[in-house]
């Protein structure tokens, strides 16, 4: 085979895989999705619940939803608050009103069945490149590249000699990505989600486990002499951030089983204990996590900021009685 990465003086891509592949077979996490008797839908709601969520959070969450909702047409006919509740606190819960309007138009066009045309899939709400060509593969084993934060980082290092790729996925990464991908469907599978569980487990962002690497006399990077990145990565900032206040907001809508009145979400400590001399008590069922809220040293229009970007995504809904999940 001729790809790119040998035409480049790369290290041989049969070599490469048969080593990745056979450390898969060996090393492999035992995860449901991955199981023989997964579904489709199941496969879709874990690619979309590890978006930016580690697998040790998503595991509870993603049992507990699909003993709940084992088919899109029981998560079709939910109430979107108990969509978002069951969400729970795996964050960015946009996705779990994504994941239920996609499958609204799963069981309103497409009978009831997760699509196994990759295009199809494409056109699903809230869903994208990667989404796409993750569910064809792993739910529906064709052969489509699959480019996620893991893959890219092993093939910048492995073929590109670089710590870390770059912040955003680039045309040439896309193709080296394309030119490793083996033609036979089944392998070409396996090693998808070879690279991925190697950059999971082995290859990792910030303390990479070079001496267990299956093919560490093959990477580009280690043979550079493991050069720092050249920018530093960020990590996702979360304390003092809006995305906080709106967490602690949402935790407060998901435990209320009424509307919360929208000044006790707006106050911070000593504000509450002026609103408690005016008669207005927290509802003892939320007082936790009203108190967790108020706790934040978010000033008020930090606060008022928040609850309007929930209000606005769909994420809580207000009426004169207060605010709650959305309904």
Known sequence: MNSSAETHGQPATHHVRQAVLRWYRANARELPWRAAERTPWGVMVSEIMLQQTPVARVLPVWRRWLERWPTPGDLAGAAPADVVREWDRLGYPRRALRLHAAAQRIRDAHGGRVPGDHAELLALPGIGTYTAAAVAVFAFGQRHTVVDTNIRRVEARLFSGRALPSRSLTAAETRLADS???????????????????????????????????????????????????????????????????????????????????????????????LASEHQAPPAVVVDELKALWRLPAPPEQRRRALAGLLTDGLAAADDAGVSLPV
């Open 180 to 274: 490793l991908l083996p033609e036979d469907v089944a392998e070409s599978v396996a090693w998808n989600q070879a690279v991925m569980e190697l950059g999971a487990l082995v290859c990792t962002a910030r303390a990479p486990r070079c001496g267990q690497c299956p093919v560490r006399d093959a990477c580009a990077w280690v043979a550079a002499g493991s050069p720092p990145a050249g920018e530093t990565p960020r990590g996702q900032s979360w304390h003092g951030t809006d995305r906080q206040v709106r967490g602690a907001v949402m935790a407060v809508l998901r435990a209320a089983t009424a509307p919360v009145p929208e000044a006790l979400l707006l106050t911070d400590l000593a504000g509450s204990e002026q």
